[in-house]
């Protein structure tokens, strides 16, 4: 029998929740490993110690704008920029709109330079 090339795996009321669990269950093993585990202890040393170098690079490039900024300041500015630009319209309050319109107004016209949080 042949498939239907349209045919999803999940209907799409269910692939968010699946999608969204999904995520949920790596972050919760990651988070386990890294803070419950010897192994996670070394490698976030390590973690801590290319963010330091790649630090360096990064502000040269311009993409930070000091070396003041952590790692936590910088992946939780990438995590908001990524959710807002994926979130679908209608389900933005009229309040999220205009905070992500103006966001990206002054996006634009600082140019896509990380500010920290």
Request: proline share 3%; no cysteine; charged share 25%.
């Amino acid at each position: 029998m042949a498939e239907n090339s349209n045919s999803t795996l999940y209907p799409p009321e269910q692939s968010s929740f699946v999608a969204g669990f999904s995520l949920g269950l790596i972050a919760g093993a990651a988070g386990y490993f890294l803070f419950a585990t010897e192994r996670g202890a070394k490698v976030r040393k390590q973690l801590i110690t290319e963010w330091e170098g790649a630090k360096d690079q990064m502000v040269k490039e311009g993409v930070l704008p000091n070396k003041q900024v952590s790692i936590r300041q910088f992946l939780q500015n990438m995590f908001e920029e990524v959710f807002q630009a994926s979130l679908p319209d209608e389900l933005m309050t009229s309040s999220k709109q205009r905070k992500a319109a103006k966001t990206s107004a002054r996006r634009a016209k600082r140019g896509n330079r990380f500010s920290g949080v």
